[in-house]
């Protein structure tokens, strides 16, 4: 709440009371004004009428022109009733609008309860907005602010924050819709009282935090001039039954479960095969020849030993601990042997089975849920494809093995984009510390997953692809202490209608409207990829750049062409081309041709030889007035692809080693050297693509989006 304003609870709750107590899911329009007044919401003067000449005076008293409006618990639609008469600007019209209102309401609903005629000022002018607040079935309490009329009907120009939301998250609102301009007087328009609509998002973020039983919030419209906002018009909706929040774990109580389960002393695999071709057989193969080197006990009622290990009847026979279950048995089975593991006391159960809530088994899944919880098990799935930890040479997986060691912790809710991180890994080289199959999450989820990457060591960036989350606000309180020091990258899939249909096919999960997901994943800090490919991108570049100390990025490029597309990359990515100062602009011209351009990109033209390169790369990376270099290279005999990138490499590490240390991405055009050259940059700590002017660029911009949202530029 803002400072200058303390809010009346009690007189909220006496409305909402004495609403829920006659079994209402909807306020009056004069109930509305009282919890705005109690939360300091300006709304017009008003008063109620229950006569004809009650309304007269009640005009005369507050100033006409005035709107009249029915009142009734039963008529939440007025206008759609004719209950809403505006522009009454005598008292004779307000006692033929009053009798007019009170006719209408009765031929609309005979049965209604009428409490009277709300007579209320009549304001306009200035800027039409509406801000309100929903309870988003993932985020929980949403604010809403957008530019009112046809702006929010047809463009749907609207932006969204978790509530409650500090005061700069609301002022943040204002510059976050498409037409922020308009409120700041575009065509000499007086400009909106931007510290009165701020207050009034802030408080209504603060009512409904504050008051879980309101649902919805509707402010609109609200007039905002550049005297203040009045939110000429309010409607608030309440919840039909008990409202209850979702239960999350204690941290510890998590880190101690996912600790066991990511570095297990044991592994059980139930359903453990010697045929090959079976899916415990997989598993099995991966644990022994992935070199873990916990004990291994395979489960397997009738099989005495399995590839060279004792086997067990059940879990129970196991002598030891057992920390992870592997399930590899058909879904009916589950059940009955989720009990035993429970009774063994193990921390993990990873369950591959396929057959619960994606094929319509929602009583199957929620039966395991309910014997994990009453063990204390945590489950990874089911209908997943397993887990690897690579610094415990773990593949608990009946995919193909992956070992290549490295910090980035990726998840997914797919099998096969499960694969697909797989493959890219492989080809890529990019060093993973997990890969993780999350499937159904009737357990274990993203919040979990990030509590453990959060404090691992190991882990230095973490990449999420999901079709839901079950706990929205959960994620957020996640990621928001993770991004203090590692990305997190998230490719949320579902973000058109059918986009959104296909996902609640695959797993059973409800897509939520993605303008919410896009507005609070940004405001927690999240690094949004716009498909597979991006994510995989940003996962495996941005632990390879260093962190930028300030916002000015600088091109140097061999070619003018590919400076220009450079240059819309950057603007595109919200990165901000530096405007090079007359020394900087002297010294960079003392090393390029005459016929180049200085400036920003730097064109040092394409028939230059190495040395042009290394003296301006030297002289960017050398100067602390620039923060990143993007580069912009073409292929000549001159400078040949791979003396260019043996050259930028050895410049970039002598620099880094004197402690310049900057991000640099290039771009690569040319024949097909260009692509052994951009895998030595990157195998050198220079993310570099060839035959793209984008994708370089893109991931740069993310690696910003991410320091920019944990704070981390200086300038």
Known sequence: MPNNVTPDPQAVREVLDKARAEGRTGLTAPEGKRICDAYGIATPGEGLATSADEAAALAAEIGLPVVLKIVSPDILHKTEAGGVLVGLATPEAVREGYGQIMAAAH????????????????????????????????????????????????????????APLSGDEATGMLDDIKAADVLKGARGAAPADRAALSAMIERVGALVSDFPEITEVDLNPVFATAEGAIAADVRILLAEGPVTEPVRLPRDQILASMNRIFKPRSVAVIGASGETGKIGNSVMRNLINGGYQGHIYPINPKAPEILGLPAYPSISDVPGEVDVAVFAIPAKFVAGALEEVGRKGVAGAVMIPSGFAETGNVEGQQEIVEIARRHGVRMLGPNIYGYYYTPE????????????????????????IGMAILGFSRTTKMGVSAIVGVGNKADVDEDDLLTFFEQDDNTRCVAMHLEDLKDGRGFVDAVRRVVKNKPVIVLKAGRTAMGARAAGSHTGALAGDDKVYDDILRQAGVVRAAGLNDMLEYARSLPLM????????????????????LSDACVDNGLTLMEIPPDLDEAFRAYIPPFGAAGNPIDITGGEPPSTYENTVRLGLSDPRIHALVLGYWHTIVTPPMVFAELIARVVADERAKGNTKPVVASLAGDTEVEEACEYLFDHGVVAYPYTTEKPVAVLGAKYRWARAAGLLSG
């Open 393 to 416: 040479n773990l593949c608990a997986t009946f995919c193909t093995p992956y070992d290549v060691k490295g910090s980035v912790a990726l998840t997914s809710q797919s099998g096969g």
């Open 546 to 565: 260093p962190t930028p100390q300030g916002e000015n990025v600088v091109i140097i490029t061999g070619a003018g062409g590919s400076g220009v597309l």
């Open 107 to 162: 031929a609309y609903n005979a049965d209604a309860a009428i409490d009277g005629v709300q007579v209320q000022q009549m304001v306009g002018g200035g800027h039409e907005v509406i801000i309100g607040a929903v309870t988003d079935p993932t985020f929980g309490k949403v604010v809403a602010f957008g530019l009112g009329g046809v702006l929010v009907e047809v463009i749907k120009d609207v932006t969204f924050r978790l």
